[in-house]
């Protein structure tokens, strides 16, 4: 699991490492049953407070994603249900973050959803290939 935080950004430290496992587990990456790793050890990692992965562990157990085993760890444990709401949850929050950065920059609804076709095109670009399905 890759965990990258942003001590600069507005969102609170926990929030983004939150963030991250949920992501994992719901793209996917992490599967039911999957390990996760120590608190202490994730929290050498990203160099950050035993602490606060304890808020984070905890938090995800409440939220179902995750389930502790005595004495062996954390383990994941998400419910399908549950998942999809939460991975639509994870969505907005993505989106609202990217519409807030790219605001403050100056760029416009408009200049976002450009940025968004370009990439979408050079995405299709690549798994085609190269070859653009419209020059067919």
Do not use: C, W
């Not at 954390?74 to 609202?96: N, P």
């Not at 990439?119 to 399905?133: F, V, Y």
């Amino acid at each position: 699991m890759n965990i990258k935080i942003n001590p600069k950004s507005a969102v609170p430290v926990y929030e983004q490492v939150k963030r991250e496992i949920k992501l994992a587990i719901l793209s996917g990456n992490m599967k039911e049953g999957d390990k996760l790793i120590s608190i202490r050890e994730l929290a050498v990692r990203l160099k950050i407070n035993p602490n606060t992965i304890v808020k984070v562990y905890y938090q995800l157990e409440v939220e179902g994603f995750i389930a502790s085993r005595p004495g062996t760890g954390y383990f994941v444990s998400a419910e399908a249900g549950r998942a999809q709401k939460e991975k639509h949850e994870l969505f907005e929050q993505v989106t609202d973050d990217y519409i807030t950065s790219a605001s403050d920059l100056g760029y416009s609804i408009e200049d976002m959803i450009t940025e968004l076709k370009n990439k979408d095109d050079s995405s299709e670009k690549k798994n085609n290939g190269g070859s653009d399905d419209k020059d067919r």
